[in-house]
């Protein structure tokens, strides 16, 4: 019950901060490219796993997708008039550090706004909105199903409510709505799943009240292993009268297991290669089409996206483009003159994330294809490309209806399923779609240093980590060092000191609900009692401690650590930082940590053979050595790798100038960080939620805005949107907040 009570207070600040960081406009508003930056990962899925997320209604487009907690919230952009509104929530997630509960969205025949969402390892859920196309009052409905997933809707013909989803059991099947459209009629089971089958499946409206149906088969028992195997395509139809067959109009007995899916429906066997992302459309002539990704492993050209279409007695087959991930997604979508348009996603890939099981390398630019012939021939005729370097997208899915300046929706893609911070993308003939957004400050404190981190760890993560890393309050090289493997194993980085974990600490992790524990330092530092305190009264079941006889030794075993949470990412870098003067190193944090790569810790005049150890283990081939000649001579800059010194006449100007080196790699400029120049803890603990959301922390007095965070506002000239300021106003005055605000507007 506290760790519930801890997560409704969580989702009740991050929903106060969505609604503070997107309130209605003002003549000091920002207009951002984007019209969310607080959705969760993977906010829609791939159109293959749970659709429609858009629909548009005459000139209005609504958008559902999971925001903050998870919880479905919904926006509208009214063409017209050119305005947003919400994100509204349209009711609540019990789902916890699991992204696959996002909402399907359909307008029932009253013209009600409808979302079925939740599932995986909950109850699948059901609102709608109390008056036709009112975002802002939702009602729930009842439970569609105490044990599905995957939910994928339409309304047919004749009005009702078609909804398909995905068993526990790992069956799919149908619910038609009763005549008066209220309620949802028995399940019909359509695929029939096992212990070695999950059936991933698209299901799609066609003509004259028919339902098209394509799915690839997965073999569970491969997945066990850590494989993702999926096989061959299938596809099946099912007309008015309620009778599915084969593409060749052959009727098949439903519901179908893997053995007859194999001898019915199956259209290609795929053999080894594997397949996935499938969709299926109906194009102008009635012919179901079908495109999907297929290959043998990721890397460039690894993968290939494949477009088939019904003619006669056979399918034809079409290669577009080639992809580099198995998990890279597509949409598309065929006109009424024959030609058919497709928003594919490409990008690089990456390896293996061994820490989490999960696949890196999805997302990249989203490229568009046309056909101009029903899908023989075809050319790239844009691509949509992230405006910020290492910014992804993923997950394009057309909406319902669309058109003109609303046609596709799109999410910022990224790899950690714990991060509220990513942005929604509405996209259509004009390019993306604009919103004003009113700048915000927050402050993030405690009463103390490991209160003022427990403040920003309930801010970055409000659904709760597996991991905490915790490193000693009053000493910065282990906490410096600690960032980068915090954030790769998305964790808060939170304070002890050496006798013991405060009360405030203690509640933070029990909220938390972590069951890991990372300690930074040897037993001199972080001694027997804080494991007592961790064990006694957190959830934590197991302890880790990464130690050496110093400083450099102890970061030497952090970015051990490091490599191997993903030992086959491709790195080529480091950060290089002084071991003895903190200011210009805490700047380097979170720049270090959103690359995934290790900070180096060296002496003014000498590189530690630990330290040395790191750049040889990491393979680095360059460095950013952070910081003057007084802190780092250039007898030690000229003996490291290929080094770039990024640097300013004090430790204010130090941190703009790694600010602005971030914005041309790996930070965003929506967000900004501020913490005092005058101590470390609050700028290291800070740098966490800095990395989260890819912001660049800035550090400043205590009574007045450092001249340098006042130059670097102004040069971003009006794209940040939300400020942090760590610390209490002992630390920082609400003044310096003040100066925040007005130069945002």
């Known amino acids: 019950m506290a760790y519930a009570h801890h997560l409704k207070l969580g989702r009740a600040l991050a929903t106060a901060l969505l609604v503070a960081m997107l309130a209605p406009s003002s003549a000091g508003a920002a207009v951002v490219d984007f019209f969310d930056a607080a959705a969760a990962p993977e906010a829609i899925l791939s159109e293959m796993a749970l659709h429609p997320a858009s629909v548009r209604v005459g000139d209005v487009t609504y958008i559902a997708y999971q925001g903050p907690g998870y919880d479905p919230y919904v926006a509208a952009y009214d063409e017209s008039a050119g305005e947003w ?110 212990p070695d089958t999950w059936w991933y499946c698209d299901f799609r409206p066609g003509t004259n009240g028919s339902v098209h149906a394509a799915f690839v088969w997965n073999d569970y028992l491969a997945r066990v292993t850590g494989e993702y195997v999926r096989h061959h395509v299938y596809y099946m139809r099912r007309d008015a009268g309620g009778t599915w067959s084969d593409a060749t109009g052959t009727q098949v007995p439903v519901p179908l297991d893997r053995t007859a899916a194999d001898s019915t429906v199956r259209v290609i066997d795929s053999g080894e290669q594997l397949v996935n992302e499938i969709s299926v459309k109906e194009d102008d002539t009635g012919a179901p089409c079908i495109l999907f990704v297929t290959g043998y492993d990721a890397g460039p050209d690894g993968f290939e996206w494949r477009y088939m279409r019904r003619e006669g007695p056979g399918w034809s087959l079409s290669t577009i483009t080639t992809a580099d991930h198995f998990f890279d997604s597509g949409a598309f979508l065929p006109a009424d003159d024959g030609s058919v348009e497709a928003l594919l996603v490409s990008g690089d890939s990456g390896a293996q994330d061994a820490e989490n099981g999960n696949p890196r390398g999805r997302g990249g630019a989203i490229e568009r294809w046309i056909s101009p012939d029903r899908g023989v021939t075809w050319s790239r005729e844009s691509t949509i490309t992230p405006a910020e370097p290492a910014s992804l997208f993923g997950d394009p899915q057309f909406v319902i209806g669309g058109g003109g300046r609303t046609r596709a929706v799109f999410t910022e893609w990224t790899n950690d399923d714990t991060s509220f911070f990513n942005r929604m993308y509405l996209w259509g003939d004009a390019g993306l779609v604009t919103r004003s957004v009113e700048p915000t400050t927050q402050r993030l404190a405690g009463a103390r240093r490991a209160d003022t981190a427990v403040a920003i760890s309930r801010d970055s993560f409000p659904e709760g980590a597996r991991v905490v890393v915790i490193a000693r309050e009053d000493n910065f090289p282990d906490a410096l060092a600690g960032v980068p493997l915090a954030h790769a194993l998305r964790a808060p980085l939170l304070l002890a000191a050496p006798d013991g974990v405060s009360a405030a600490t203690r509640e933070e992790i029990v909220r938390l609900g972590a069951t890991r524990a990372v300690l930074l330092g040897g037993a001199g530092a972080l001694g027997r009692q804080v494991e007592l305190d961790l064990y006694g009264s957190t959830p934590v079941k197991s302890l880790e401690r990464l130690a050496g006889a110093n400083r450099y030794e102890t970061a030497r075993a952090i970015a051990r650590r490091l490599k191997a949470a993903d030992p086959t ?140 965070a006042v130059a670097y506002l102004k040069s971003v000239n009006g794209s940040a949107i939300r400020g942090y300021v760590f610390g209490s106003t002992n630390a920082i005055d609400e003044m310096v907040l003040d100066q925040v605000d007005e130069l945002m507007e």
């Open 85 to 194: 509104t919400g994100p509204i929530r349209a009711g609540v997630n019990p789902l916890v550090l699991d992204t696959h509960g996002a909402p399907s969205l359909y307008v029932d025949v009253a013209g009600r706004l409808n979302v079925v969402f939740g599932g995986h390892t909950t109850p699948l859920y059901h609102s709608r909105t109390v008056l036709p196309g009112d975002i802002t009052s939702w009602e729930a409905c009842p439970v569609v199903d105490f044990a599905g997933t995957y939910p994928q809707t339409f309304v047919g013909d004749d009005g009702r409510v078609f909804i398909f989803y995905r068993t526990t059991n790992y069956d799919w099947v149908m619910r038609i709505s009763d005549e008066a459209r209220e309620n949802f009629g028995p399940a019909e089971p359509v695929l029939l799943g096992g």
């Open 569 to 708: 990412a491709p790195r080529d870098h480091a950060f290089v930082v002084s071991g003895e003067n903190w200011p210009d190193a805490t700047s380097a944090a979170p720049l270090a940590a959103t690359a995934g790569v290790p900070i180096v810790l060296v002496k003014a005049s000498s590189i530690p053979t630990a330290s040395a150890e790191i750049l040889d283990e990491w393979e680095v081939t360059r460095t950013v050595v952070v910081g003057g000649e007084r802190v780092i001579t250039p007898e030690v800059l000229d003996s490291l790798p290929m080094p770039i010194r990024v640097a300013g006449s004090n430790r204010y100007t130090t941190s703009e100038a790694v600010a602005r080196y971030g914005l041309a790699t790996t930070l965003l400029p929506y967000r900004v960080a501020f913490a005092t120049g005058l101590d470390f803890p609050d700028a290291l603990t800070g740098a966490g939620l800095a990395a989260r959301t890819r912001a660049p922390v800035l550090l400043t007095g205590r009574l007045t805005l450092s001249d340098a």
